[in-house]
């Protein structure tokens, strides 16, 4: 499975960006995450929704980002709202046959989209 990320850009502390994550083959028996990785930090888990579309979200995130599924576009979301600063990172996409449990490992991962949140 591919993944290609997209939606990242510059947006201002306060604002909202949505994120897609295309996946090239069928998503529905899969576990699909997020992750994202600050300038000189270690790539970390932002949120992942399960098959049966569970979701979990990382602390630093939870109540301003939402993640989302549509099987029948085999593509994954990333709501951003309420940006702050420390959410400036790459963002990635994941793909895994079992549940991420926060971990960051994944089978198959996508390329990357830059977020910037500027004051």
């Known amino acids: 499975v591919q993944l290609q990320a997209s939606g990242g850009g510059l947006v201002q502390a306060g604002g909202s960006l949505r994120l897609s994550c295309a996946a090239s083959g069928r998503i529905s028996t899969y576990a699909m995450g997020w992750f994202r990785q600050a300038p000189g930090k270690e790539r970390e888990f932002v949120a992942e929704?399960?098959?049966?579309?569970?979701?979990y979200y990382a602390d630093s995130v939870l109540g301003r980002f939402t993640i989302s599924r549509d099987n029948a576009k085999n593509t994954v979301y990333l709501q951003m709202d309420s940006l702050k600063l420390e959410d400036t990172a790459v963002y990635y996409c994941?793909?895994?046959?079992?549940?991420?449990?926060?971990?960051?490992?994944?089978?198959?991962w996508g390329q990357g989209t830059l977020v910037t949140v500027s004051s």
């Open positions: 929704i399960r098959s049966g579309s569970g979701t």
């Open positions: 994941a793909s895994s046959t079992s549940p991420f449990w926060g971990r960051v490992r994944a089978q198959y």
